[in-house]
């Protein structure tokens, strides 16, 4: 883990030194360029753009719910242990996921607090303009070092998907590591989708920063590890992201029949009532004890005899494309 | 994340959060009113434009677009993480208050002369005088050039639009009260200084983030370019600063603007002149008792200067033939009696006049002026002249406290004066074009050879040939500081600078270097006293600079490794062998590595260590704070900042062993809670120890 550690601050750096002494080379005179603007959010990605090309922009929504509601008070991009971020600039729509492993909570460290950060530290870096729109695992790499450069310690692991939508050239990269992961609908059907990267049952790959001295006995996987998809998009696709609490529970045909509903939706209520009627769906089929659900399905593979829903955090992230 | 732009997420047409508790929003909307009554509005989006339209342009206020300069930060430059790009765009922490990575705070080591006293994030080192106290602090050059409030730190950022100012507003979100100058950038390319603190404006604020907007000095300059210098003298902690905003009139046409306002200001000032006279003389005295005992005096005389035609003439009769009999008459010693009048004038003194002292005596005299008066009083005749370019007056030179009026010919200037130069101090000068480095080579060529120190920190007309020149030229060199020479591929051409073999103090803090020159260097000067080596950057292998260290430069006072990453345990055995070591910065080093036993052996090794600081070595364990508690005997400064395992066991045991102590700064430990303030408090008392720690804002 730490050469890779060393070997993606090396790379971070000469990057970041050339871009930032580039921006620091716009001087005084004709007002710099945007490039180093905080640009705010912007939905519409219309103005400027060249005639006759289009600018897709996601309609994106969120929903979800914290597995356990009575301990974990509502926080803004959080529900439970998974987070969730929601960013754009002129040159790209990003949207993320990121479920904290539980399993951190008998070392007496808090699971979420690695996920939310990492969540908002990519936020941050796409504000700022601190990103390369065709490489989601940069973002991911850059924000897992600023996790360094904090002075509050944070300790824990979590899996993590990006997904950015390069308004250009009307392409979605993605980056996956772990059981999170995203799907694209169009037509009816299933076009893409992400992989389930795990060790062993139940046990994803994930990003962690373990407690010092424990470094070789806690699982740790580096950003480069991760699953990359680029792939075009068309007007009225559907792309969803979810954790690991929505994939296991909800069996893929059932999630194909709500996400073909919205296909070329615009409106945003809309959009959000299916978001939530995801989630609600994910939630009661994980606190069913009887129900074969992909999860017990995936369980009896590895030959556990397991039956019925699984409880976990659940985070749905659904945009449309809109061109 | 702040709530704050959440809010301004919301499309009103999209919920994207039904999950929202609805007290939380009508809260939020309540604050945002009355934070908009308070400061007016700067909520907006961007840069706002206010309803104001006269023929003068839009009233106009922004945020940074850009950074183009500053002395130093808290993060390295490859993070946004309490780094100086933080200052870009609206705020994002304020008004809350607290230490936050979104912010700017500074790490300057730049210290100051010693003066009597006590973010982010670009957060200041310099808090307090902590690094006066340490071992290696320096000492000013040319002290007297120093205005009274030094600036330890600055930052120049850029806005998007010209506007003629109005108004500049520093949002501080933690420990506010550093900012000592605000200056301008004109289009006639000066830099205008448009505010500078006075003593009692850096009175201690209150713990709260503040939106500092003091009273600019009035101007119809044009400008999009600032610089705010800091001083860190009076602070506890360190300051962290959210955003600037620039306030001010945008131009439509330059020229006209500037011909209006100046004719609107002479007519101005023509009618007040016609208004006052007549008033003046109705009016009877003020007995508000103001004054000295000379007004107290005219007041007891009803003394009424009558302004007629010929008043003029009778004032002048008055001062050439009665004033001296008046003033003896009434003599003003005292509470104003009349004392008995005296026969005769005292006789008048032998003539003797400044220059008829010594040469040797006027040239001390003038050894205590300032640069700027030095040139002044040259002016004043022949003789003057010749003693105020005597060369003995240039052994030292400073041009770091005026680095807006630093420019070639300056230099050229100086070169002529400065035969007997030895030590030399161009920090910060040369930004914008205004020095240029083959002056600045001709003028070491012609007076660096007897070159003590050299201090050429922040300097932006550094190129490869004017280090290769230092390198050539200066060889009796024995202090250089390159601080903040960052550039990539790094400027430093360590191979010319290999020739300088008796240095004993070099500080290249934030400026990037090959490792490999840089062990030739250390091979060379076996007297190091003094190594900065802080933000060198993730090329530099510092397990192999530390053995370099212990192996030829045995006589180190000093070393600072603030940030510099990939030290690990090997590394730290290599320091212990250090066995002068006084001061050890070791933040943010190490990593999550842990330090094997490498903290004991340095503390056993290192009897002399008066400052360490171990911020952010999250490897630290109990043991090795047992082994600071048992073996720290002389320490004076210590730094643990953020480490885990810290209990209150721990903390009491080292401050019960450690009787020098006098700084511990256990921030963001967080098994010291924010609850035991009190506890902490009373600790502090108690052992006569300042204690930092982090409070929950």
Redesign the interface.
């Known amino acids: 883990m730490?050469s890779s550690?060393?070997w993606t601050?090396?790379l971070?750096?000469?990057?970041?030194?050339?871009s930032?002494?580039t921006?620091?080379e716009?001087?005084?005179g004709g007002?710099?360029g945007g490039a180093?603007?905080?640009s705010?959010?912007t939905?519409s990605g219309g103005s400027g753009a060249a005639a006759g090309c289009p600018r897709p922009r996601f309609v994106?929504?969120?929903?979800?719910f914290a597995k356990d509601n009575l301990r974990h008070k509502?926080k803004?991009?959080k529900y439970g242990e998974d987070s969730w971020f929601?960013a754009s600039t002129e040159s790209a729509d990003v949207m993320g996921v990121a479920d904290g492993v539980g399993g951190w909570r008998s070392y007496g460290i808090d699971p979420g607090e690695f996920s939310s950060f990492l969540m908002?530290?990519c936020?941050?870096?796409v504000q700022?303009s601190?990103f390369n729109p065709k490489r989601p695992v940069n973002l991911l790499a850059y924000s897992y070092?600023?996790l360094?450069?904090?002075?509050?310690?944070i300790l824990g692991s979590s899996t993590a998907c990006v997904l950015i939508l390069n308004r250009e050239t009307s392409t979605v990269h993605t980056a996956n590591i772990g059981d999170s992961g995203f799907i694209v609908v169009r037509q009816g059907q299933v076009v893409h989708k992400s992989e389930e990267q795990q060790h062993y049952f139940n046990t994803p790959f994930q990003l962690s920063?373990?407690?010092?001295?424990h470094?070789p006995n806690v699982l740790s996987d580096s950003p480069e590890s991760a699953d990359t998809m680029s792939f075009p998009v068309r007007d009225g696709d559907v792309i969803l992201i979810a954790t690991d609490g929505v994939f296991d529970n909800v069996p893929e045909d059932l999630m194909l029949q709500v996400l073909s509903e919205v296909e070329g939706e615009r409106d945003?209520?809309k959009l959000?009532m299916t978001a939530?009627s995801l989630a609600l769906m994910a939630r009661t089929l994980s606190l069913n004890s009887e129900f074969l659900s992909p999860f017990a399905l995936s369980a009896r593979r590895n030959n556990i005899q397991a039956r019925g829903g699984k409880p976990d955090d659940i985070t749905v992230v659904l945009a449309t494309v809109a061109m | 994340m702040s709530l704050l732009a959440y809010a301004e997420d919301r499309d009103p047409g999209e919920s994207s959060d039904t999950e929202a508790e609805p007290d939380a929003l009508v809260d939020f909307t309540a604050m945002l009113r009355q934070r908009q009554r308070e400061y007016g509005g700067w909520f907006g989006c961007g840069s706002k434009m206010q309803a104001e339209q006269s023929d003068q342009g839009y009233y106009l206020e922004q945020y940074v677009l850009g950074v183009l300069d500053f002395s130093s930060q808290y993060g390295i430059d490859y993070s946004i993480s309490y780094t100086a790009a933080n200052v870009i765009g609206r705020p994002t922490k304020f008004p809350a208050y607290g230490d936050y990575p979104e912010t700017f705070p500074m790490v300057s080591r730049s210290g100051p002369c010693p003066t009597p006293f006590p973010f982010n994030s670009r957060p200041q080192r310099t808090y307090g005088d902590w690094w006066q106290r340490a071992p290696s602090a320096t000492r000013e050059i040319q002290a007297q050039n120093l205005p009274k409030l030094t600036t330890h730190d600055y930052i120049v950022v850029y806005f998007e639009e010209f506007v003629v100012p109005t108004e500049v507003a520093i949002f501080e979100t933690f420990n506010p009260g550093s900012v000592v100058r605000i200056w301008a950038y004109g289009l006639t390319k000066h830099w205008t200084c448009l505010w500078e603190a006075t003593e009692s404006d850096l009175a201690r604020p209150a713990l709260d983030s503040r939106r500092f907007a003091p009273a600019l000095k009035k101007t119809t300059m044009i400008t999009k370019t600032l610089r705010i210098d800091f001083n860190h003298s009076r602070l506890n902690y360190y300051t962290e600063i959210d955003a600037i905003m620039l306030c001010g009139r945008t131009v439509s046409k330059t020229q006209s603007l500037l011909g209006k306002q100046q004719k609107r200001m002479q007519q101005q000032t023509q009618r007040q002149v016609l208004a006052s006279p007549p008033a003046e003389a109705s009016d009877p005295p003020a007995t508000d008792g103001s004054g000295g005992p000379i007004s107290y005096k005219l007041r007891t005389l009803k003394f009424q200067p009558n302004c007629h035609e010929d008043g003029a003439t009778k004032l002048h009769d008055f001062i050439n033939n009665d004033l001296s009999q008046f003033l003896m008459d009434n003599s003003v010693k005292g509470g104003g009696d009349l004392g008995p009048p005296h026969p005769l004038p005292p006789p008048p003194p032998p003539q003797v006049c400044l220059t008829d002292l010594p040469f040797e005596i006027l040239l001390r005299i003038l050894s205590y002026l300032d640069l700027k008066s030095l040139f002044r009083v040259g002016q004043v005749s022949r003789t003057f002249y010749d003693i105020s370019t005597h060369p003995l007056l240039y052994a030292e030179l400073s041009l770091k406290p005026y680095w807006h009026v630093a420019s070639s010919e300056l230099l050229c200037t100086l070169a002529r004066r400065a035969t007997m130069l030895r030590k030399l101090d161009l920090s910060w000068c040369g930004g914008l074009g205004n020095v240029s480095p083959t002056e600045f080579k001709k003028f070491l060529t012609q007076r660096g050879d007897n070159l003590t120190h050299l201090r050429l920190n922040s300097c932006k007309f550094l190129n490869a040939s004017c280090i290769e020149n230092v390198g050539i030229v200066c060889d009796n060199l024995i202090e250089l500081s390159l601080r903040n020479c960052a550039t990539d591929p790094p400027l430093l051409n360590f191979s010319c600078l290999a020739n300088l073999k008796n240095l004993e103090r070099l500080d290249l803090f934030q400026t990037a270097f090959e490792t490999e020159l840089l062990l030739s260097m250390l091979e060379g000067n076996r007297k190091l006293k003094h190594l900065n080596l802080a933000f060198c950057g993730v090329s530099v292998n510092m397990d192999n600079v530390a053995a370099h260290l212990a192996t030829y430069n045995t006589q180190l006072i000093s070393l600072d490794l603030w940030k510099a990453h990939f030290l690990s345990a090997r590394g730290l055995q290599s320091l212990a062998r250090l066995h002068q070591l006084e001061e050890l910065d070791l933040g943010w080093c190490l990593r999550e590595a842990s330090l094997g036993d490498g903290l004991f052996q340095l503390l056993t090794n290192c009897p002399k260590l008066k400052k360490l600081f171990l911020s952010a070595v999250r490897g630290t364990t109990e043991r090795d704070l047992m082994h600071i508690a048992a073996l720290g005997k002389n320490l004076e400064q210590l730094d643990l900042m953020g480490i885990l395992n810290i209990t209150h066991e721990r903390a009491y045991d080292i401050l019960v062993h450690c009787p020098k102590l006098q700084l511990l700064d256990l921030s963001f430990c967080d098994n010291i809670m924010d609850r035991d303030f009190d506890l902490l408090a009373e600790w502090s008392r108690q052992f006569n120890v300042d204690i930092k720690s982090s409070r929950r804002y």
């Open positions: 730490h550690l060393n601050s090396r971070i750096s000469r990057a970041l030194r050339s930032f002494s921006l620091l716009t001087a005084t007002g710099g180093a603007a905080k705010g959010t939905k994106s929504v969120v929903c979800g509502y803004p991009g929601k908002r530290t936020e941050r870096l700022c601190h070092c600023e360094m450069e904090q002075k509050k310690p920063l373990p407690p010092p001295g470094g945003p209520v959000q939530n």
